[in-house]
């Protein structure tokens, strides 16, 4: 996994960027929970196998919420949301709804064997992998999304790399650091919580803290400006 | 190296999360400009065979701005930015400096080559790229930092010296180079967009709270957000939609 630590750090900067002015403690406390709970699907791991990366990690859940958000606060005539939360908080349901996407399923779909992006309307692990570049000769390549021509049917295939099914996949955590048939064996298990796996998710991590410390010792703007 | 369009992208989020009032096209074009100016400056100095260019990614970029911002908005007692641009400009100016160096000189100090922290003073290329986990069987696991002997000054890995660090193909520009920097790409793009769009502090759902909260920016107490829902916001956003 990308490391919890890492996406809480990337979401700060996101949630704090998507607010501006709005993001006080309150709100970037609600996004984080909102952000970081969906790992617990991982504890689900020993009694449905293949949940870890799979439940809270599905593009799926957080769109129809979104839909029902919108639903609910612009299309009905008496929002029920509206009338128990205030207005305010409405804009940092859509926040974490983006921050989750971007900082945490985004960020670990590029990540080992990704994620279980359409569960449970598709079961299907895939991983963002690529690169993208420019040059004289050749223009833009990018190597991220294959896009494939079935030469016998004519249709258009368009995806990333899947990885494997709920079944075949398993991304080890600290519930289940291994594989569950070979923890089933293991005489010791060694559970790794870990903080940054390489230098760059170190770095989205100090991004965070920074961000958090750079706008607390900013000065409040004059009435005037 | 991390691409020059990553710098601009994380470049872009520190504007959203940083400028606050001062926020709009033009101090954004400036910060994310201020975190490119390393990247593209070190290219320009590959490309023309120049070394000197790396003294763009060292450290005392960030630590001679950060005196001369500190000596003129708090040591003196007539601040010159202040008075000529008032307080954007002084907000505009740390976040700019903020930009150069966390967006534009510590991404690449977290991977390979590494940036040349004390150059000119030695020419060495520092990189901080490991892992840092705790494991219920070995304990504190760590590769960040060199343990023993290092080349340089700082205790710190090195990766070589500060010439001959052209990467990539002749006429080839990477854009982006791994998943996550596709993320923090298409990430800092969408923020921006929003933004500039007006969703945010500016949000219509939000904007007839605004008044409310600047005041109570400081204190934070959970008072203001009853009083923000007054039944007259309810009434002025029905009419919005």
Redesign the interface.
């Known amino acids: 996994m990308v ?1 919890t630590l890492v996406h809480a750090g ?1 979401a700060l ?2 949630a ?11 709100a970037l406390g609600a996004i984080l929970l909102v952000v970081v709970l969906p790992e617990a699907d991982a504890l689900l791991g020993p009694v449905y196998p293949g949940a870890h990366r799979t439940v809270g990690h599905t593009v799926v859940l957080p769109v129809a919420a979104g839909l029902l958000l919108y639903y609910d ?2 299309q009905r005539e008496h929002s029920w949301l ?1 009338a128990r939360i ?6 940092v349901a859509w ?1 974490a709804l ?1 921050v989750h996407l ?2 945490h399923v ?2 670990d ?3 080992l064997e990704g994620v279980n992006l359409f569960w449970p309307l598709r079961d299907a692990f895939t ?12 223009g ?1 390549i ?1 190597t ?1 999304v294959d896009v494939r021509v079935d030469p016998a049917t004519g249709q258009t295939r368009v995806g990333t790399d899947v990885t494997g099914t709920r079944a075949s996949v398993h991304v080890n955590n600290p519930v289940e650091p291994d594989d569950p048939t070979a923890l089933a064996e293991a005489e ?13 998710r ?2 989205l991590l ?2 965070g803290l ?2 958090i410390v ?2 607390r010792l ?5 009435a005037d ?1 | 190296m991390v691409p020059t369009l990553v710098n601009a992208a ?1 470049g872009g ?6 400028l ?4 709009d096209r033009r101090t954004v074009a400036l910060v994310v400009g201020a975190a490119v100016v390393p990247a593209l400056g070190s290219a320009v100095g590959v490309a023309l065979g120049w070394t000197s260019t790396a003294a763009l990614q060292s450290a005392w970029l960030p630590l001679f701005g950060t005196l001369v911002l500190l000596v003129d908005t708090r040591w003196r007692d007539r601040s010159v930015l202040r008075a000529r641009y ?3 400009g ?2 505009v100016a ?1 976040v700019a400096l ?1 930009s150069v160096s ?1 967006a534009g000189v ?2 690449d ?3 390979t080559p590494g940036v040349p922290l004390l150059y000119p003073l030695e020419s060495v290329r520092y ?12 304990g504190v ?1 760590q590769t ?1 930092s060199a343990g023993g002997e290092t080349p340089g000054i700082l205790p710190l890995a090195s990766t070589g010296g500060v010439s001959g660090t052209t990467d990539g ?1 002749p ?10 920097q ?2 923090v790409v ?2 800092g793009a ?3 967009s ?2 500039l769009a007006g ?5 219509r ?2 904007a ?3 008044a409310t ?2 005041t109570s ?2 204190t ?1 107490t ?1 008072e203001t ?2 009083t ?2 007054t039944p007259e ?2 009434e002025t ?1 029905a009419r919005g ?1």
């Open positions: 490391s990337f900067v996101v704090a960027g998507l607010l501006g002015d709005a993001a006080d403690r309150r606060t612009q509206r205030a207005d305010r908080w409405i804009g926040v983006v971007t900082a985004a960020l779909w590029t990540h991983t963002l992998e690529g690169e993208l570049t420019w040059s004289l000769a050749d833009f990018q991220f010791v298990i060694d559970r790794r919580f870990p903080v940054a796996g390489r230098g760059w170190l770095y100090g991004l920074f961000t750079a706008r900013q000065s409040a703007p004059p400006a | 994380l989020l520190l504007a959203a999360a940083l606050g009032r001062a926020f008032g307080w954007h002084v907000r740390w903020a966390v510590a991404p100090l977290f991977g990189s901080v790229d490991g892992l840092l986990l705790y494991s219920t069987q070995e696991v960040l193909r006429g080839a520009v990477a854009l982006v180079e791994t998943g996550w596709a993320v298409v990430t969408l923020t921006l929003l933004r969703v945010g502090s500016g949000h759902d939000v007839p709270t605004r909260e600047e920016e400081t934070e959970p957000l009853e923000a829902e916001t309810t956003n939609r």
